[in-house]
Structures are given as C-alpha cells and as structure tokens.
C-alpha cells in the first residue's frame, strides 16, 4: 500500500518537474521569428558586454541569456535549406540589427 502511494506521488509530481526546467527547448516562439544565433552567452561574457556597450544598451540582469550574430529562421522552411547549424533560439529582443538578441531561450526545431 505504501508503495502504491509513493507511484502515484511520483506520477502527480512528473509534470511539476517540466514546469521548474525554464531553460528546456521551447517548441515554437512567442515574439517573432526563430532566430539562428552564432552564440550564445549571457549579459556579462566580454562579448556580449563589449556589443551591448557599444549598442547603449543596458540590461539591470547581467544574467540575460543573450545571442550573437543572429538572423531569422522560419520553422518551416527548416527541411528546405533554411535550417540553423549554430543555436536556433527564440529571443524577447530582436531589435538590434542581428548583432545581438537578448532574452534568448533554445528552440527545438
């Protein structure tokens, strides 16, 4: 009997587990267009910094995960040749020319 209850204990907890994992791949994107970033960083890698610097752009989180060199892709032309060999993400802010997006989460195309 005690086992019984620590199976479905277990079963109820499952979908919890997959709500605490933010960082796990998002199927679609919310704010625009998937981007194909070369990099991926946070705020306050040196390259990031320096772009972001550069851009006037200032972050209160220096631990934003962020992409470098970054341009759209479409999910469905992903079979056809417009696929992402780097870090295919999904971004909050694409709004700075493809040289870096901030608020980038991994997609799984």
């Given amino acids: 009997m005690a086992f019984s209850r ?8 499952t979908p919890l587990l997959a709500v ?43 631990n934003v995960p962020v992409g470098l060199t970054c341009s759209p892709i479409s999910v ?7 696929a992402c060999s780097a870090n295919a993400v999904c971004c909050e ?3 700075h020319g493809g040289l870096i997006s901030i608020g980038c989460l991994p997609v799984s195309l």
């Fill in 20 to 62: 605490a994992t933010p960082l796990e791949a998002r199927q679609t994107c919310s704010t625009g267009a998937v981007q194909c970033c070369q990099q991926t960083t946070t705020a306050n890698s040196a390259s990031a910094a320096a772009i972001l610097g550069l851009l006037g752009v200032v972050l209160q989180d220096l």
């Fill in 93 to 95: 802010d694409n709004s």
């Fill in 6 to 13: 620590v199976i479905t204990l277990a079963i109820a907890a």
């Fill in 76 to 82: 469905v032309g992903v079979g056809s040749g417009d």
